[in-house]
Nanobody, 119 residues
Framework: QVQVVESGGGLVQAGGSLRLSCAAS????????IGWYRQAPGKQRELVAT???????NYADSVKGRFTISRDNAKNTVYLQMNSLKPEDTAVYYC?????????????WGQGTQVTVSS
């Protein structure tokens, strides 16, 4: 099993920065892809950025050039550096790990961390 816990959310003014952290525990060696999603009020959860074990990184078009995902494998932690934040980035940010367990692919989610960007 794999568990993920997010931290680092908060309130920031437009144009500011925040860094989110996602600490993974358990069978972290089985993780294939880990990343960030977000859900704003009244909207569906959407992909923000993901990083695969093979090094492939994906970003939503809306965050390209502003957000950076990175991994510290020694700490089993994934970071999301968010710069030039906009009010439309306001959402609950969730960490997701996609991993193999007993021959099945499983998605696990953290509890989420609130990011609020004021104009």
């Amino acid at each position: 099993q794999v568990q993920v816990v997010e931290s680092g959310g908060g309130l920031v003014q437009a144009g500011g920065s925040l860094r989110l952290s996602c600490a993974a525990s358990g069978s972290t060696f089985s993780i294939n892809v880990i990343g960030w999603y977000r859900q704003a009020p009244g909207k569906q959860r959407e992909l923000v950025a993901t990083a695969s074990i093979g090094g492939t990184i994906n970003y939503a078009d809306s965050v390209k050039g502003r957000f950076t995902i990175s991994r510290d494998n020694a700490k089993n932690t994934v970071y999301l550096q968010m710069n030039s934040l906009k009010p439309e980035d306001t959402a609950v940010y969730y960490c997701n790990a996609h991993y193999l367990s007993n021959g099945r692919w499983i998605n696990t989610w953290g509890q989420g961390t609130q990011v609020t960007v004021s104009s």
